[in-house]
């Protein structure tokens, strides 16, 4: 199975301009914890809540303050037609529970996220080598 049979698709993105309340206010309304954020058209980072909450404390940002200010810049990211079983190896080596997805390494053009949740959910408990790469990711989180 391949990234683009599972990911999801289009997902929305923070202004690079938001400030930290606002990037907050919109992963709370849309239900999510992780968020890329974009320059104009170019990804320049991720956010997450808790880089929000962990970050945004310890250094003692406010509310107002851009959300670059917590976030992380460095993309992690993979390809749409790379195999689920990579992007676990990936994930795991990583240590992180989800990915940006570009297009192409030609192109690279943002087209979605994926997440251990979205491969858990669309592989099924009948893959025994997906959920064995799945539980080694959710080791690190413990």
Known sequence: M???ELMTEKPEFI?????IREAAQRMAEQGHGFAPVAEGERLVGV???RD???RA???GRTPEDKVTTVMTAQVLFCYEDEKIQDILKNMHEQHVQRL?????EENKDFVGIVSLSDIAERCGAKDFDTMRGITDCCREYH
């Open 15 to 19: 202004d690079a301009n938001c400030s």
């Open 2 to 4: 391949q990234v683009k």
């Open 47 to 49: 956010v997450t809540d």
């Open 52 to 54: 929000i909450a962990t």
């Open 57 to 59: 404390m310890v250094n």
């Open 100 to 104: 940006v997805v570009l297009n192409d």
